[in-house]
């Protein structure tokens, strides 16, 4: 661990973190736990472990401590399903009935209700890249918007439930019709779920196993997994979640999580549990334009396509999005293959760069890459939504408040 001062940063501003945290969020149980890592110029600058992994059962949090990153799982299956792109397997133009033949004529959602839907014909087919921008026509069930997230909800389809695995999760996702035309907007929806069913079509190779031999295991990610193993489950952390009427109460109890089995559905968009250590090093993969301690997973031009907007006519997120529910909420974001970006930095109205670009999870969890600045944050908590606080706006306040050197 580096001194603060030798990458630029300020020792008393990042002290700043924890005593904000701590005295709006842990010492008035707004959060159960809260545990950042701060990464600049190939240093960790700051690291801070604050709060109870347990609260009912009184276990202080860890640096080693296990989390939910719900949708943080979310870019490393893009980074996977990229990795058979430069296989030269697949490429993002290619309809995605190329590989799931059944879904050659999913209809749109015209009108009707689950068992009796009216469709029409989808102006484009769906292809791979929609699936990685959200922009495939799919939803999420607890949206609770419209009768097509009505019918996941009735059918278990949230990537993680679902009978027969990933090929039935995908078998029955294709017997609901879609909420648009693929291309036409942006949802937050169980898309990546299927980019993991994919990774598995493609590759020959079990999810799980894919991700284990081609991103964990070369990243050195010891932690990172579907489930937590028994001799682990001393260091899995409690979720909470905060009641309309602003209680927080326990929402997964870790000796009890279905965390704690192997599940049936490997989520690629929700499933991964993780310690803040081995995220970070995914983040720093990533920073490194696609290798870590001589373990290269992606080409830098690869990770600077992902990086870029894709959405169609390369409008904002808030202009293209029909969602309900997003991780990103700020003006000025564009969104790539598996993050949002910052493509107009002054609409942010936030401290950071042109180019940066991240995710977060429904527990809260959040991390961010600068390239500009040379900069990873990774946060761990677990209280579910991701949207009750503004913790993260605070915290890229905190963070970049104590810069002494910017390149940007």
């Not at 036409?184 to 079990?206: F, K, M, Q, R």
Request: net charge neutral.
């Amino acid at each position: 661990m580096s001194t603060p001062e030798a990458v630029g940063l300020s020792s008393d501003r990042l002290k700043r973190i924890e005593s904000f945290i701590k005295g709006k969020y842990i010492d008035t149980g707004k959060l159960p736990c809260a545990l950042t890592q701060v990464w600049r110029r190939g240093q960790l600058a700051y690291a801070s472990v604050l709060g109870s992994a347990d609260v009912e059962r009184n276990k202080p949090l860890k640096a080693d401590s296990l989390f939910r990153i719900y949708s943080m799982t979310k870019p490393v299956t893009s980074v996977a399903f990229m990795m058979l792109v430069e296989d030269g397997l697949v490429a993002l133009d290619d309809p995605v009935h190329r590989f799931i033949p059944a879904w050659r004529d999913l209809g749109v959602f015209a009108a009707g209700v689950a068992g009796a839907f009216q469709t029409k014909r989808a102006a484009e087919p769906m292809r791979m890249i929609d699936l990685l921008r959200h922009t495939s026509g799919l939803t999420y069930g607890f949206q609770q918007r419209t009768n097509v997230d009505a019918a996941y909800r009735k059918l278990k389809l949230d990537g993680v439930d679902s009978e027969g695995g990933l090929q039935g999760f995908v078998e029955t996702l294709g017997t609901v019709p879609l909420e648009f035309s693929p291309g036409e907007a942006w949802n937050y929806s169980v898309s990546t779920d299927v980019l993991g069913y994919l990774v598995e079509t493609i590759s020959g190779v079990p999810f799980d196993v894919y991700l284990k031999n081609k991103i964990f295991d070369p990243l050195k990610m010891v932690d990172t997994g579907f489930f937590v193993p028994e001799g682990q489950r001393e260091r899995f952390t409690a979720c909470y979640a905060l009641t309309p009427s602003g209680k927080v109460v326990l929402q997964d109890d870790p000796e009890k999580s279905h965390f704690l089995k192997d599940p049936s559905v490997k989520s690629g968009g929700g499933g991964l549990v993780s310690t803040a250590d081995d995220y970070m090093r995914f983040c720093r993969m990533l920073l490194n334009g696609g290798e870590l301690d001589g373990a290269r997973l992606l080409s830098p031009k690869t990770i600077k396509l992902m990086t870029m907007n894709h959405l169609p006519g390369g409008k904002e997120l808030v202009q293209l999005s029909r969602s309900l529910f997003s991780e990103a909420v700020f003006e000025g974001l564009g969104f790539g293959l598996g993050f949002a970006m910052t493509i107009d930095q002054a609409r942010t109205k936030n401290l950071g760069s042109l180019g940066e670009y991240f995710w977060g999870g429904m527990a809260s969890t959040a991390f961010w890459i600068d390239p500009v600045e040379d900069l990873a944050v990774v946060f761990m908590t677990q209280l579910m939504p991701s949207t009750s606080y503004p913790i993260r706006r605070e915290l890229r306040t905190l963070v970049y408040s104590s810069f002494t050197e910017a390149a940007g």
